[in-house]
């Protein structure tokens, strides 16, 4: 009888709660903890604001949090709530990708294709594939494989996870690093461009839906006419009318690609990937970047640690996510280490470079969202890719660092 009445008085108290107030609740937990965490504990050095605000959300997880205190985590992210913050979510990263669509400079890449096209491609190419071998491994295991997945997209899914490199987090690290507007951060910004591409044009074939073809073939032809139509558009209308226009245009094509059946992350990428940096002007672009960094996508790293799962066992998760990383790490090592070979470069530079490009963090989180969604991977698999992210991204800085103090003529040189 004392524990019913004790039930009860706690179902009366939640209901005097109301969802706005248990919203704000999250909304206080997910901007005041690992802000806390970040300054208090000092952790720049190896893990910037937003890797901790990553690992914050997987801590406030079912997986941590709901495990160790079910009864708060049911009540602070009960389904409104969850479904309040997924919106936020949604619309965060779909600014996120597009900001990073923009800020694609191809123009460099071409003008040094031989070079950016042997190094981007070795890159991308040499973990895609110790990635796909690990995956490969794991298809005869339940548990890891989505429902809806076919073999050759989970294998490819988790190679091309394997391979990506986070523009954004990549430009955020070579800032901190003052190696940003030197000729290797801009060197490594090519070759970054050209992976981002090929990230999310594997997406789209890991998405192409046979039986809706005929839809997205539709999609691309409309997105084609509606593109030459966009882009005549905004170089006629003044500045300030362009972020609106940009707006309205990633709203419609992220919905045309979600209504197609390619989800609106390749729509929101392929929105910024027509329009040109040189349209906008950059500091109101970094500004704009940065706020949406600081704003919004801490609830987008919130929603995501809310799908981590451990069901498989805990065990068995970190083990997945250890061979992933080997695979992942490398694989850029060694792809960039051939790349350094063919073009003859420095002794070194191929290790500089690889390392620069393990960050992974929210491009790979991105993309592994998606996949997820698609359930074209388990929610196991998606907490092991999530480890494998944030650990490959706080590796990059630590051992970047003294490297390019040994190396200062590396920085300047324009090859």
């Known amino acids: ?46 893990a910037p604001l937003v890797v901790v605000q990553i690992i914050t959300g997987i801590a406030l997880g079912p997986g ?59 890159a991308l190419g040499v973990p895609l594939v110790f990635g796909a071998i690990a995956a490969v491994v794991l298809l005869p295991f339940p548990g890891w494989t989505g429902p809806n997945a076919k073999s050759w997209q989970f294998v490819l899914g988790i190679g091309m996870s394997c391979a990506v490199t986070a523009l954004p987090i990549l430009i955020l690290f070579m800032e901190k690093l003052e190696i940003l507007r030197q000729p290797i951060g801009q060197r490594i910004l090519r070759y970054a461009s050209l992976d981002d591409i090929a990230i999310w044009g594997v997406l789209a074939l890991i998405l192409m839906d046979w039986e809706r073809v005929g839809k997205q073939a539709g999609f691309l032809a409309a997105f084609a006419v509606a593109t030459v139509a966009f882009r005549w558009l905004m170089i006629r209308v003044p500045e300030r009318d362009r972020w609106y226009a940009g707006l309205i245009w990633l709203a419609a094509c992220g919905l045309g690609a979600d209504w197609a059946g390619l989800h609106y992350m390749v729509g929101a990428f392929v929105a910024g990937a027509v329009m040109d940096a040189e349209w906008f002007d950059q500091q109101q672009m970094d500004w704009l970047r940065h706020n949406v960094l600081l704003v919004v996508m801490p609830v987008f790293f919130l929603s995501t640690g809310l799908r981590t799962d451990w069901q498989v066992g805990g065990a068995a998760v970190f083990l997945v996510a250890g061979v992933l990383l080997v695979a992942s790490v490398a694989g850029k090592l060694i792809g960039l280490r051939l790349a350094g070979r063919i073009l003859k470069w420095q002794q070194g530079e191929g290790s500089l470079m690889g390392w620069l490009l393990q960050t992974k963090a929210l491009i790979m989180i991105i993309f592994a969202n998606v996949l997820l969604d698609k359930k074209i991977i388990t929610n196991e698999t998606f907490t092991a890719l999530l480890i494998m992210a944030v650990a490959s991204t706080m590796l990059t800085v630590p051992v970047v660092t003294p490297k390019l103090r040994r190396m200062k003529d590396i920085v300047f040189r324009s090859r």
């Open 64 to 122: 941590v949090l709901g495990a160790i205190f079910p009864d708060y985590y049911k009540f602070v992210f009960n389904g409104p709530v969850i479904q309040s913050l997924s919106a936020i979510a949604q619309w965060a990263v779909m600014m996120f990708v597009w900001i990073a669509g923009i800020e694609l400079d191809l123009r460099k890449a071409w003008e040094h294709r031989r070079e950016s096209g042997i190094t981007a491609g070795l």
């Open 1 to 46: 009888m004392a524990d019913s009445r004790a039930s009860t008085k706690t179902a009366s108290a939640d209901l005097r709660v109301s969802t706005s107030e248990i919203f704000l609740i999250a909304m206080l937990i997910i901007f005041s903890l690992p802000y806390l965490v970040w300054r208090l504990g000092r952790t720049e050095y190896f």
